[in-house]
Each structure stands twice: as C-alpha cells, then as structure tokens.
C-alpha cells in the first residue's frame, strides 16, 4: 500500500507532497511539478512516523539549516548507474553545486573509461524521486543554464538561493527542459 502526506512549505516555495510504502520515503516532490505524473497522489493520506521524520529533515532544512539525519528512503527500480548518480548528488555539500559534466566525468573516472555521456547523466538526475533530499536541483549545466528541474525552475532557483549560492554565476534558459 502506498500512502502519502502533505508539506507546507515557506513563501516563495511550492507546497509539497510525499509517498510511502509505510515504512521508507518513496518520493517527495513539490506539487504541480511537471513530473508529477511520475509520483503516486490517488491513495490513501495517512500519518506515519517517516512522513513525521521527513516534515521534521523539511522544517530544519526550510529554516536555513543542513539537517543531521536523512529519512530513511528507498528508491525503486534503482539501477546500478542511477545509484552512482544519486550516490554522488548525495555528495554535494549544502550550498555548492556540481555539472551535468562534473558527474560524468566522475563516473568515466571511476569506470576507467575515456567518457560517459552528460545526457544520461541528467537523465538519471531527472529521474530521482526524491527531491532536495537527494539533491537533484544543485546539478546545473555547464555554462550555468539551470537547466533539468522536474521540479519546476522557480523551485530550482529558491532552492539554490536558499542554500546562498552566488546567483550571479547562473542563468535561466529562454527555451528548454528547465522551463
């Protein structure tokens, strides 16, 4: 059974929702986003304690904090190269920002090999299903497009404004993925 909950999150942000299996986070996405169709909204609302452990990682991290703990998650159908790119996400501090272009040269690194495509890259970015926790939105391209938020670019530039990156190094795109 899948469950979900509701997330009021501060002006300047949309509000949220989360799904459960009734012990993990499954996803965490803000409403309306253009991938919402990916995340499960026609079940059952029901309180849980890792919906109350989410609200709570929310509230720290909503007041200008990087929360201590991370709720325990489960991502399905994660293969192994979506599990190098959530694992490296996972890896950029509060506050800072990697490429597309970064990641794929981290994995052809790691894997010994000449190149890795930065499209599958943002495709597997794009495909996560729990966002900021597994930090999707501090991946920008490379000549600072913020570019590839399911999220929505409004979210995608509060987010990174939040957490006090430079803005000045960013742009939004006028045509894209990203809008």
């Known amino acids: 059974m899948i469950y979900k909950w509701y997330y009021k999150t501060p002006e300047g942000f949309d509000n949220m929702y ?7 986070l499954t996803d965490l996405w803000f409403v309306g986003s253009r991938n919402a169709s990916k995340h499960i909204v026609d079940c059952q609302g029901k309180e849980l304690p890792i919906f109350k452990e989410t609200c709570q990682w929310l509230d720290i991290y909503f007041s200008g904090e990087n929360p201590d703990f991370t709720p ?11 599990k190098e790119v ?5 890896s950029i501090p509060f506050g800072s920002t990697l490429t597309y272009k970064d990641i794929s040269k981290m994995i052809a690194e790691k894997r010994g090999i000449k ?3 930065s499209q599958a890259v943002g495709g597997a970015v794009g495909w996560n299903p729990i966002c900021i926790i597994i ?3 501090r991946v920008v391209g490379s000549n600072g497009s913020l570019t590839g938020y399911g999220g929505g670019i409004k ?4 987010l990174l404004k939040h957490e006090q990156n430079d803005m000045s190094k960013f742009f939004i795109p006028k045509k894209g993925t990203a809008l």
């Open 135 to 137: 930090p999707c939105h």
């Open 72 to 82: 325990k998650y489960k991502i399905n159908n994660l293969t192994p190269f979506r």
């Open 155 to 158: 979210n995608k530039v509060a």
């Open 86 to 90: 959530s694992d490296i996400m996972n």
């Open 115 to 117: 190149k890795m495509s």
């Open 18 to 24: 989360m799904n459960s299996d009734g012990e993990y």
